[in-house]
C-alpha cells in the first residue's frame, strides 16, 4: 500500500461511515458506489447512483501524484481496505438489493476499473488474479499431453 496507517485507517472509517447509511429495515436499490479520487487534493468522495454523497476523506500521500500511475495506487489503495471489510462481514450488513459493486470513477463519473462486485455467493475475480493464467493454463496441457 502506498498510504501510511493513519490514512489506512481514515479510509477504512470513510468506507464504514459509507455502509453505516445503508443498516436500515428497508432494502435500498443501489447498484453501484462510485469512489472518486481527486490526485490534486487527495480528496476521496464516495457517492451512490445518484451522486448522493456518501463520505470523504482526505489522503494526504495522494495529493498531486503522477496522473500515469495514480489510479494504479488508488485501486490498489481503496481495493486492499474493501477486500478487508468484506472479508469482516461489515459488507454483509448493509441491506441492500444484490448485486451491486463498488467502482473506482474519473472525474466525469466514468468506470475506471470495479474495485469489488458483491452477488450474494458470486465473487468477481480481479486482472491480478487472472494475469498469468493462460501461461499457467498452457503449461499444464503441454505437461498432461507429455504422459
Known amino acids: 500500500m502506498s498510504i501510511n496507517t493513519k490514512s489506512q485507517a481514515e479510509l477504512r472509517n470513510a468506507i464504514i461511515e ?3 447509511r445503508f443498516i436500515t ?9 462510485h469512489f472518486q479520487v481527486n490526485n490534486e487534493t487527495g ?7 445518484d451522486d448522493n454523497e456518501l463520505s470523504r476523506v482526505h489522503i494526504p500521500e495522494w495529493e ?9 495506487i ?11 471489510i468484506e472479508k469482516e462481514g461489515i459488507l454483509d450488513n448493509m441491506n441492500i438489493v444484490k448485486p451491486y459493486s ?7 463519473k ?3 476499473v470495479d474495485l469489488l462486485y458483491i ?24 505437461h498432461l499431453l507429455e504422459y
Do not use: A
Open 18 to 20: 459509507m455502509t453505516k
Open 25 to 33: 429495515e428497508t432494502e435500498s436499490r443501489v447498484t453501484d458506489f
Open 43 to 49: 480528496n476521496l468522495v464516495i457517492y451512490d447512483d
Open 64 to 72: 498531486n501524484l503522477n496522473h500515469d500511475d495514480c489510479n494504479d
Open 74 to 84: 488508488f485501486e490498489e489503495d481503496i481495493r486492499t481496505i474493501l477486500t478487508e
Open 102 to 108: 463498488c467502482l473506482l470513477v474519473d472525474e466525469d
Open 110 to 112: 466514468e468506470t475506471i
Open 119 to 142: 452477488d450474494g455467493e458470486t465473487f468477481i475475480i480481479n486482472d491480478g488474479l487472472l494475469k498469468d493464467l493462460d501461461k499457467e493454463l498452457d503449461e499444464f496441457l503441454e
